[in-house]
């Protein structure tokens, strides 16, 4: 917190006096407005809501974040967005019904998770073409790629399985069975473990990237909540592996797992049906999407403390961050 | 795995073997094997044969021309589940296949069946009426056979005729009735108009409405037969009012289940009351507005297979073979007593796209699962009800729990 001061003074020299210090800007797709939601992140107020394609979902910074990726899930496309104009400049090949995506660490290729005909899509960001099409099991969702940029990890709703893809060789080369109904997935900064929410089951499964075997399936229990409402969704792991947050959808909280001892520790109440979360650029905040509430809640990750919700617009999905 | 599955060739002797084993090894209580890592790179493929057994319905009535006839219902869930586990199974080394066995109204169900345990079928989806169920269940050949009704939904079945080998996908009417009474307990709609077609199941589905209604705390205030002769056929308008007319109510519940008269209730009763129950607002398992918790995912599937909506009959057998592909990619088995056993775990937990898990009840085998509530174009609520509770599972607050089934059989 003290620490706040030298850095935002810094900043203030290096950018000028019209960026406010560690200013973050907040995208969030609204899946019943067709729009996507601009927020200042410091400040917790709603920029600007611009229109864009048709039932928006995942969406994604590129490497740069010069560029804006969402998935226009009802247009069947990923439309480019730039962040700087906020206009849209462009659309990949996702081929229909695009749910979530992922890029590499080069931001130079995406993976899209085709829902309704089994498959991930691989496109060239640059050429804006599909190179290749993966069965997968059935209706694949959650999308992952490993920072070290050997795994991309697609999860499949109904199939109930993790399929581990050569990033290389675009093959599946091994399957890990995961509890019922994978939702997301994500690797540790260390490209060591991937964790998978399943919304059924109400859990966590931890997943050693070197052997694909299970090292812990984490539940969760809250006093007052039915075991039926707890159906997790996003996860955020910080880059230290101390704390992983755990979105939990109709619960209306989010979990803090100590991602080491894959112990719970605490749990927050935030909007309803919580889905997705982001880190703030410093690791100070955590941005959360509320999809029934119509808001996002910003989390002091220092304070340990929801400070507000801010609302956003109709039903709030994916959320991303530019510093 | 057990290297000796691959060596078998044929099907038909690779279920006979497992059964033999299966027999050999007494089962234990299973702990449901969880989040092993499955290697592509795996011996040959093991085959599992699922059958559909099914007779043409008979009496049916002529449906209103605009409605689509959906002659097979159930079928096309079945199909759609075995592309599915297919999928899953390209992964797993599993393969599925489904055997359709579709009798005439005039075709003997018992020989049917016999044939397919001769030919080595044990898990078998049956759409019969509740005496063909009843009786197949009790055949010696049904003895280490799964029946996995899809389309009955006799209390009967579930209660004082139920049987050990006989699991429920469809729900029950007792499940439907509870769901309904819950919302109109909610809605405060505690007075009741109780209207009841001519036939055997309606009668029945009066008596699944009649036991949910002290449960829920409401009152039948008013209960008529509509007989459906030729003037109430004819002319609605003016025998609709004349027959809705006396005590008071808040909503008239009828009980139709061919579709005869039901649909001429709605804007015709003398006082103006919503209708629900078999017609109106009606509680069933799979509705075309359902779209939340990825249904829509389902919905698209089937239709792009189909080219119709998706009934309740096609769920129902969706379920039952999603559920043995579950089973078996669960166990990293295609044994029918080691997918058995899974399949009435208390760990088991499917997901068919309605929120919560759905399980076996182990007193009745019924599937446990959300009811929904839904008008013709609109999904009004899901059942159970916000603040209907239950000590175990809020599922169980539709239907018969357990300390009041009528089925003596244990599992």
């Keep these: 917190m003290t620490r706040a001061y030298p850095l935002a003074f810094l900043s203030l020299l290096t950018y000028g006096l019209s960026i406010p210090a560690t200013a973050d800007t907040v995208y969030v797709t609204l899946e019943k407005d067709n729009a996507l939601a601009v927020m200042d992140g410091t400040s917790g107020k709603l920029v600007k809501t611009i229109k864009i394609g048709k039932r928006p979902r995942g969406i994604a910074l590129g490497k740069d974040a010069k560029q804006l990726y969402v998935a226009a899930s009802d247009s069947n496309t990923i439309q480019v967005i730039d962040t700087a104009s906020l206009k849209i400049v462009g659309k990949l090949p996702s081929d229909e019904d695009p749910e979530t995506f992922a890029l590499n660490p080069a931001g130079s290729t995406m993976y899209v998770s085709n829902e309704d005909d089994n498959r991930v899509t691989v496109i060239d960001i640059a050429q804006q073409k599909a190179i290749k099409q993966i069965p997968v099991g059935v209706e694949p969702e959650g999308i992952a790629v490993s920072l070290d940029g050997r795994w991309v990890v697609s999860t499949s709703e109904t199939t109930n399985m993790a399929h581990w893809i050569d990033s290389r060789s675009l093959e599946i080369v091994d399957n890990t069975l995961v509890d019922p109904r994978p939702r997301y997935a994500t690797f540790t900064a260390d490209s060591q473990q991937l964790w998978v929410s399943s919304e059924i089951a109400g859990s966590v499964t931890v997943i050693d990237a070197n052997t694909r075997q299970t090292v812990k399936s984490i539940t969760f229990k809250i006093p007052g909540v039915t075991q039926e409402k707890i159906q997790p969704v996003g996860i955020k792991i910080d880059p230290q592996r101390h704390y992983a947050y755990v979105a939990l959808g109709p619960a209306n909280r989010v979990a803090v797992v100590d991602a080491k001892s894959l112990e719970v520790v605490d749990y927050w109440l935030v909007g309803q049906r919580v889905w997705n979360l982001e880190f703030s650029p410093d690791l100070k905040r955590l941005y959360t999407t509320n999809g029934i509430s119509n808001d996002v809640s910003i989390v002091d990750l220092e304070n340990r403390k929801v400070l507000k919700s801010v609302a956003v617009g109709q039903n709030p999905w994916g959320v991303a961050v530019k510093p | ?411």
Aim: charged letters at 25%.
């Design chain 2, 1 to 411: 795995m057990n290297p000796l599955i691959y060596k078998l060739a044929s099907p038909l002797v690779l279920v006979l073997t497992l059964g033999n084993l299966a027999q050999a090894a007494a089962p234990k209580k299973a702990v449901p094997p969880h989040n092993e890592p499955t290697k592509s790179v795996a011996p040959a493929t093991e085959k599992l044969t699922i059958a559909y057994l099914a007779q043409q319905r008979e009496n049916l009535l002529p449906q209103a021309y605009f409605l689509p006839t959906a002659a097979d219902a159930g079928l096309q869930g079945a199909r759609l589940a075995i592309t599915d586990d297919n999928t899953t199974g390209a992964f797993t080394r599993q393969q599925f296949e489904l055997k359709e066995v579709l009798l005439g109204a005039d075709g003997d169900p018992g020989a049917a069946f016999k044939q397919l345990r001769a030919d080595g079928y044990r898990h078998i989806l049956v759409d019969l009426p509740t005496d063909s169920v009843t009786a197949l269940s009790a055949l010696p050949e049904a003895a280490d056979a799964l029946l996995y009704n899809v389309s009955d939904s006799a209390d009967d079945l579930r209660g004082p005729r139920c049987a050990a080998n006989l699991l429920h996908l469809i729900p029950s009417r007792a499940m439907r009735a509870d769901a309904l009474a819950q919302y109109f307990a909610k809605k405060r709609w505690k007075m009741l108009f109780l209207a009841i077609g001519t036939t055997s199941k309606d009668t029945l589905y009066a008596a699944a409405i009649k036991r949910a209604v002290p449960r829920f705390g409401l009152k039948i205030t008013e209960e008529k037969s509509w007989n459906h002769r030729f003037d109430e056929r004819r002319t609605p308008e003016s025998e609709v009012p004349v027959f809705s007319q006396g005590e008071e109510y808040d909503v008239m519940v009828v009980a139709d289940e061919d579709g005869a008269f039901g649909d001429l209730l709605s804007y015709r009763t003398w006082s103006p009351r919503p209708v629900a129950g078999t017609q109106g607002l009606v509680a069933t398992a799979w509705h075309p507005t359902l779209e939340q918790w990825g249904a829509i995912q389902l919905q698209n599937r089937f239709r792009e297979q189909s080219k119709r909506w998706m009934t309740e009959i096609d769920y129902a057998a969706w379920l039952a073979i999603r559920a043995i592909g579950e089973a078996a990619s669960r166990t990293k088995s295609l044994d029918f007593s080691k997918i058995k056993e899974y399949l009435l775990n208390d760990g088991f937990a499917l997901a068919g796209f309605k929120g919560v898990p759905l399980s076996f009840r182990r007193w009745d085998g019924q599937l446990r699962q959300p009811m929904l509530l839904a008008g013709e174009r609109s999904l009004v609520a899901v059942a159970p009800i916000d603040g209907f509770l239950h000590p175990k599972n809020e599922l169980d607050t539709l239907g018969y729990d357990q300390p009041e089934t009528q089925c003596k059989t244990t599992r």
